[in-house]
């Protein structure tokens, strides 16, 4: 069913591929970005729908390349259906769901399933990520191109890390052949051990168990050896800190397939967000000193960090109520990815258009999507963003199943206002379509 065309205009453009921003206005037909045009408005055609957009900032919807979704298996926690509502509410118009699903995304028929429940429930996209190995376990690797023919756009063993060198070497190889991407969550299960939070004076003042950075920088290390030696292409999830910035640095700097990501948790919080055990503040990676946070926020200026994720990982009271070295780990993100997120660009440490091709146009580089750009062809996946409006958050106001944000009772300023998936209006000023 084709829709009329939409006119958007009077928004401030920001197209994060090339950095420009200016006032402008667009055009949709079809699904797709029929014409841009910078400074002067055009006639609206013939039937169109036009939308004043306030002078608000228009750019490509967001993309987040780390959502964990209960569906299936544990819908207590979240839904396609709810997440993809949270995504909306917070402009993002692309998720990446992880396989740490019951049963695992390690199956063409999981994957099917998995994009058939979205295509019904959904109202944005929604990408499904496959295991690395069968069942999460770490030993027999995934048919990539089975996986892949069927539409995974990545594989992950998600909230675990592939702990067996050899096993990730087959995959990056195996990977290689197939141009396929592995997102490795870099952590060192033994390093870890039976650590909760950053391992530090802070955490011996709580009395909790540390978590070394060693955890993280041994395992990158160690992957990025293994892509050097295998020639594949390599995202490393989530880095926490300076010596994992290194690390990625002089990756780059020697020419080798690497990219990498940071959760905005990391990079706006740090290890005295936790203060009195916050169990909404116990995650993976943990949050780190303020010096290691500096450390993100500079690489991402830089393009070291390539991109910024939610690390939506949604927990019930059950696993959240509880002593803080008992609960699990694990925040709600994805609708306030853009709130958290925009706390960089009003403390003046990044600009908009920088942090907004982390949130666009890096991602669907990486994942090989012609999102996350504004240009005429391109989908029409957008999001209408007042960068200042301010708020405080409210848990019991967000979209998702549980309720276990960070951001509980923080002060935020900047919110989506009108979120596109496709053409369509799936959000407005606060209600679903």
């Known amino acids: 069913m084709s829709h009329p065309p939409l006119l958007l205009t009077n928004a401030t453009l920001c197209d994060p591929a090339t950095g420009r921003q200016a006032p402008g206005h667009v055009l949709v037909r079809d699904g797709r970005i029929a014409d841009i045009a910078w400074g002067t408005a055009p006639a609206a055609p013939e039937g169109a729908e036009t939308v004043n957009c306030a002078g608000h900032v228009l750019s490509p919807g967001l993309i987040d390349m780390r959502a964990f979704v209960g569906e299936p298996g544990a819908e207590h926690r979240e839904t396609l259906a709810s997440a993809?509502?949270?995504?909306?509410?917070?402009?993002?118009?692309?998720?990446?769901?992880?396989?740490?699903?019951?049963?695992?995304?390690?199956?063409?028929?999981?994957?099917?399933?998995?994009?058939?429940?979205?295509?019904?429930?959904?109202?944005?996209?929604?990408?499904?990520?496959?295991?690395?190995?069968?069942?999460?376990?770490?030993?027999?690797?995934?048919?990539?191109?089975?996986?892949?023919?069927?539409?995974?756009?990545?594989?992950?063993?998600?909230?675990?890390?592939?702990?067996?060198?050899?096993?990730?070497?087959?995959?990056?190889?195996?990977?290689?052949?197939?141009?396929?991407?592995?997102?490795?969550?870099?952590?060192?299960?033994?390093?870890?051990?039976?650590?909760?939070?950053?391992?530090?004076?802070?955490?011996?003042?709580?009395?909790?168990?540390?978590?070394?950075?060693?955890?993280?920088?041994?395992?990158?290390?160690?992957?990025?050896?293994?892509?050097?030696?295998?020639?594949?292409?390599?995202?490393?999830?989530?880095?926490?800190?300076?010596?994992?910035?290194?690390?990625?640095?002089?990756?780059?700097?020697?020419?080798?397939?690497?990219?990498?990501?940071?959760?905005?948790?990391?990079?706006?919080?740090?290890?005295?967000?936790?203060?009195?055990?916050?169990?909404?503040?116990?995650?993976?990676?943990?949050?780190?000193?303020?010096?290691?946070?500096?450390?993100?926020?500079?690489?991402?200026?830089?393009?070291?960090?390539?991109?910024?994720?939610?690390?939506?990982?949604?927990?019930?009271?059950?696993?959240?109520?509880?002593?803080?070295?008992?609960?699990?780990?694990?925040?709600?993100?994805?609708?306030?990815l853009l709130g958290a997120a925009l706390r960089l660009v009003h403390t003046g440490d990044i600009a908009l258009p920088r942090l907004l091709a982390a949130l666009t146009a890096n991602p669907a580089k990486i994942l090989g999507r012609a999102a996350g750009r504004l240009a005429v062809g391109a989908p029409a996946d957008l999001t209408l963003i007042d960068p200042d409006v301010p708020y405080v958050l409210d848990k019991r106001s967000l979209k998702s199943r549980s309720k276990n944000s960070p951001f509980d009772e923080a002060r935020l300023q900047g919110a989506a206002v009108l979120t596109l998936v496709d053409g369509r209006i799936v959000f407005r000023d606060g209600s679903f379509a």
């Open 84 to 336: 993809s509502a949270a995504a909306a509410a917070g402009g993002v118009t692309t998720l990446v769901c992880m396989p740490d699903t019951n049963p695992v995304i390690d199956g063409p028929a999981i994957v099917d399933f998995v994009l058939r429940r979205a295509r019904d429930t959904a109202c944005v996209h929604v990408l499904p990520a496959a295991a690395v190995t069968k069942g999460l376990a770490g030993r027999e690797m995934t048919e990539f191109g089975l996986l892949q023919e069927a539409g995974a756009v990545a594989f992950t063993d998600g909230l675990k890390a592939v702990v067996n060198a050899q096993v990730l070497r087959r995959a990056l190889t195996y990977a290689r052949d197939f141009d396929a991407l592995i997102m490795q969550h870099v952590e060192e299960p033994d390093l870890v051990g039976d650590g909760v939070m950053n391992e530090g004076e802070m955490a011996s003042r709580l009395g909790l168990l540390g978590i070394p950075r060693e955890a993280e920088t041994v395992m990158l290390e160690r992957d990025i050896r293994l892509v050097r030696l295998t020639g594949a292409r390599y995202h490393a999830a989530m880095i926490s800190c300076a010596d994992s910035v290194e690390i990625v640095r002089r990756a780059k700097a020697d020419g080798l397939p690497v990219t990498c990501g940071a959760s905005v948790n990391n990079l706006v919080l740090n290890e005295g967000d936790i203060g009195h055990y916050r169990t909404f503040c116990r995650l993976s990676p943990p949050l780190r000193h303020e010096t290691d946070r500096l450390a993100l926020v500079a690489a991402l200026n830089e393009g070291v960090v390539d991109v910024v994720v939610s690390d939506h990982n949604p927990q019930d009271v059950e696993t959240k109520r509880l002593p803080f070295a008992e609960a699990a780990d694990g925040a709600l993100g994805i609708e306030t």
